[in-house]
């Protein structure tokens, strides 16, 4: 079935408030404002994305010079579209209807009530002990849950760094990292998070090599099916600021190359045996981020997200490269400088640079091109 698919990026701030009605902060909004066009590059054929006030000129030019059939924005007389938001929560759900979908064809109370469920951290912890006992080599241990203050101290007196973070949260929102912090400050804001969500996930924290993700669907009966590597950069506290745009087999290399033979392979694997296991009954896109340690240790349930992520923006967006095209996907705050123009040759990037939302004052999302 076609889909319906809605940038909803404050998703994850939803389903930690757990309402409706929530109101996400303005940096959230703004972002959101900017993004609405973002699906456009995940659509196929039949798809629609909800999108208000969508710049008619631009949408056209994008359709024609990227030769896009049978994609446009959602009206309410759009029939048999499945429901895809950025992820799933009360408010994204409202946030469908108010776009004219039928409540009737959404998940109910208590199926949101479970994704709000698997979507806290501790789920994480759970798939990395299942993918752990799937293979023959170590990783990173799981995140440990701490309910009070002397569980979080204890925690921090015996890690030369501990990361905090919060059940809720994700691209570095909710995160406390105690190194180089003062320890009654990391103990101030670490027992906040206790305070405001009921607990805390504590961490260790590694001396990074790179950042990674591997993206699966998964179909709510028992099977995971693997859709790519997802390799991007963050900042100093966690948050996403771009994606390599390559061809998969060059991605998945890079990485495979940190690590001893055999290792991501086997990873892969096992993570695609364990999902449904610990997710039982989930439906829906999700993204497993990780990273490889200066040691060469893998860490592989930095973050579980049960949603589309960036990385499913970059894999998509790939299909519009010109053959032995790379660059980076970037989402950039107040660009600067308007974006170098784009070489646009039979249909695909080739070179130069291109915003793939209509401009905007806040933020950009850019594919830069080599």
Request: glycine share 8%; net charge negative; aromatic share 8%.
């Amino acid at each position: 079935m076609n889909r319906l698919l809605m940038y909803f990026p404050e998703n994850d701030l939803a389903l930690a408030a757990g309402e409706a009605a929530y109101t996400p902060p303005p940096a959230a909004r703004l972002l959101h404002a900017a993004g609405e066009a973002l699906p456009l590059w995940m659509c196929r054929p039949g798809d629609r994305f909800v999108c208000s006030g969508i710049n008619a000129e631009w949408l056209d030019r994008m359709l024609r010079a990227f030769r896009i059939a049978d994609v446009d924005v959602y009206d309410h007389r759009s029939v048999a579209l499945e429901a895809a938001p950025w992820g799933w929560s009360a408010a994204s759900r409202k946030a469908l209807a108010d776009a004219g979908y039928p409540m009737a064809q959404m998940p109910d109370d208590a199926a949101l009530e479970q994704m709000r469920r698997l979507s806290h951290r501790r789920t994480a912890s759970m798939l990395r002990e299942a993918v752990a006992a799937r293979l023959d080599f170590d990783i990173a241990p799981a995140a440990v849950e701490a309910s009070c203050p002397d569980e979080v101290m204890a925690f921090a007196e015996a890690h030369a760094a501990t990361i905090a973070k919060a059940p809720w949260s994700s691209s570095g929102r909710g995160l406390v990292r105690g190194r180089n912090m003062p320890r009654d400050a990391f103990m101030a804001q670490a027992v906040g998070i206790i305070r405001r969500q009921g607990s805390v996930m504590l961490e260790e924290e590694w001396d990074k090599t790179a950042d990674f993700a591997l993206l699966f669907e998964c179909d709510g009966c028992g099977n995971a099916t693997y859709r790519g590597i997802s390799v991007f950069d963050t900042n100093a506290r966690g948050g996403y600021t771009a994606n390599a745009l390559a061809p998969q087999p060059e991605l998945w290399s890079r990485i495979a190359a940190m690590l001893p033979e055999g290792h991501l392979d086997a990873l892969a694997s096992a993570m695609a045996r364990a999902l449904p296991e610990v997710l039982e009954g989930y439906r829906g896109p999700l993204g497993v981020d990780m990273l490889v340690s200066s040691h060469g240790t893998i860490d592989a349930t930095v973050e579980l997200n049960l949603r589309y992520t960036m990385g499913f923006v970059a894999l998509d967006f790939a299909r519009f490269l010109a053959p032995g095209a790379t660059g980076t996907l970037a989402v950039l705050p107040r660009p600067a400088c308007a974006p170098a123009p784009a070489i646009i040759k039979d249909g695909l990037l080739a070179g130069g640079q291109l915003d793939l939302t209509p401009g905007n004052p806040h933020f950009a999302f850019r594919a830069t091109v080599e």
